[in-house]
């Protein structure tokens, strides 16, 4: 009996320490300092610098810091044209994005379907450029005298309100010593992909090789802490998916790391012909989707100070005089919906960042995913998704909890054993074999139900960490967002009394200074549970009241009589 109270005890030590280590993972992935190895955090932006240098890497010329107010473009006979920088502002059904004339640089979108976590008034905006943020989609040619995202181009007029169409094009032209650049954005009604096409015309007496740029940059400051009760968990980090490698989650500070190494090679693939660039944060993703099997570089590097870009380079091979030749691409910018990022590219989905529990979490999301679908409520999604974990591990319990009493019976045989071989070990564990044989009791059968319940509750926690689906959710009165901690910690309340009433119905161990850790526990947690999603203290509330109950039925229905 002292063995098993020992091994209860051991994997509550386990259990408490797999929290303390998912709190110090959730903090590193809210971009705050691990409590064990803390980082240093990067430093702010400074100030713009107008006459900020080409990026180091000549993945694309470098986006000027300061705001850009008008630029040129030169045709094939030399004539000169200015053209000032015009904002125009694409507005769909779910998003409402800006593009600038100068480049046809998207540099701000807004998603019009979801409010922003600090101020429910405004709409989360991903691509912006402001005094803490710069973060943007550039596209332009390499390779020569070629339009850029800093050269200056023409809008043909257009629609410019989705309305009750369900497309709308954006064309963009821009000509420079005789190449002429052609850029087409695609909106789609409900559709957060948009169609980027390039056409590049020769009009010059000379083939010429350009390559085409796809390219993501953004600021390597981490987002500010919102406090210990805010539930803020935004990060920004840079993403490539190939076939080859599947998915790869950078860093901005390996890469500046990289650069001041003098650009040792990097660390994810650099030539493909599938796959995908992104810049991921929590709930949200930007990725450039060039076409399928063609040929690509993928270049990451450090644009200017405390600016990152992560690119697609994309050789068009020789364009004759006279000729053109296109590419095709999509840009998604948009929630990480498990169901729309499966159908957007392969591995896309990859961005919802499961920790190292993605073989449980993700059946786990499909299940939830399926019962919301007849409920409507992802609080009652997450009470039903509890009541069916609890009803298939029904079975376990039992048993589990029959062995303990079990053992509970055979304490004093086992006793007598270990005062009569008190100086033989051997024979002591031969005879503890025989007599758990004798009695059918698996002496690890109360830890069972608890064993399963750990990867169960850490896959929850990453479910509702990463689920866009759940950001904002309800449940009932004062629970309004089932991803952010309990405003008023009534659930960690909740939590601790049925942790109480749990541990006071199970078979107390026999030693006094182990019951007491038992009966603390409840405590601990509670207070752990303050700052953890409302949602993972729902399902471990509910877990404990099913618990009372289902321990009441074990011991009035199933444990006979002489066993309790």
Request: aromatic fraction near 10%.
């Amino acid at each position: 009996m002292e063995k098993m109270d020992i091994k209860r005890t051991f994997l509550w030590v386990i259990f408490t320490m797999s929290l303390v280590l998912l709190w110090d993972k959730w903090m590193q992935h809210s971009g705050k300092s691990s409590m064990f190895f803390p980082t240093p955090v990067s430093q702010q932006a400074k100030a713009p610098n107008a006459s900020a240098s080409a990026s180091a890497s000549a993945a694309a010329v470098s986006a000027p810091a300061g705001a850009t107010t008008a630029a040129n473009t030169t045709t094939a006979d030399g004539t000169v044209t200015a053209v000032k920088s015009e904002t125009i502002t694409i507005t769909t059904d779910v998003v409402k994005v800006d593009i600038d004339t100068i480049g046809g640089e998207i540099k701000r979108l807004e998603l019009l379907k979801y409010a922003d976590s600090n101020d429910a008034k405004k709409n989360i905006v991903l691509f912006r450029q402001t005094a803490d943020r710069t973060y943007a989609a550039q596209t332009g040619l390499i390779g020569g005298n070629f339009p850029n995202h800093k050269s200056g181009f023409t809008a043909v007029p257009g629609v410019r309100v989705l309305g009750d169409a369900n497309e709308l094009n954006l064309v963009l032209e821009s000509e420079q010593a005789g190449v002429k650049l052609t850029k087409t954005f695609t909106f789609k009604k409900g559709d957060y992909v948009i169609g980027v096409k390039h056409t590049v015309a020769n009009k010059t007496a000379a083939p010429i090789t350009p390559s085409l740029y796809l390219q993501l940059i953004h600021d390597g400051t981490k987002p500010e802490s919102g406090g210990m009760f805010s539930g803020t968990t935004e990060f920004y980090a840079p993403a490539v998916y190939t076939e080859e490698k599947f998915f790869q989650k950078l860093a901005f500070e390996d890469i500046e790391k990289r650069v001041n190494k003098g650009n040792i090679p990097p660390d994810h693939p650099t030539a493909t012909n599938n796959g995908w660039i992104a810049v991921i944060q929590h709930f949200f993703v930007s990725a450039f989707i060039p076409d399928e099997k063609v040929q690509r570089e993928i270049r990451t590097d450090k644009v200017r100070d405390n600016i990152y870009s992560i690119s697609s380079i994309i050789n068009l091979g020789t364009v004759a005089p006279g000729a053109e030749v296109s590419s095709t691409s999509r840009l998604y910018s948009g929630p990480q919906e498990s169901a729309t990022l499966e159908k957007v590219a392969p591995g896309l989905d990859l961005v919802k960042d499961y920790w190292k529990l993605s073989m449980i979490a993700k059946p786990m999301f499909w299940l939830m995913e399926l019962i919301h679908n007849f409920i409507g409520n992802w609080g009652w999604t997450i009470v039903i998704f509890t009541i069916a974990i609890k009803l298939a591990l029904f079975p376990l319990s039992a048993a589990g909890f029959r062995s303990m009493a079990k053992m509970k019976v055979v304490t004093p045989k086992m006793t007598a054993l270990k005062e009569k071989y008190k100086n033989e070990p051997q024979k002591l564990n031969q005879a503890m074999m025989e007599l758990y044989k004798t009695e059918k009791i698996n002496p690890l059968g109360g830890c069972l139900p608890m064993l399963i319940q750990m990867p169960i509750f850490l896959a929850l926690f990453w479910v509702l960490q990463a689920s866009v689906e759940m950001r904002g959710a309800p449940w009932v009165g004062w629970i309004t967002d089932l991803t952010k901690p309990d405003p008023f910690f009534i659930l960690p309340v909740l939590y601790a009394i049925s942790m109480y009433i749990t541990t006071k119905l199970n078979p107390a161990p026999a030693d006094p200074i182990q019951a007491k850790m038992m009966l603390f526990m409840p405590l601990a947690f509670s207070v752990m549970f303050i700052f953890f999603p409302s949602g993972l203290v729902l399902y471990w509330v509910v877990n404990n009241i099913l618990s009372i109950g289902q321990q009441w039925v074990i011991n009035n229905k199933i444990v006979p009589p002489e066993h309790r």
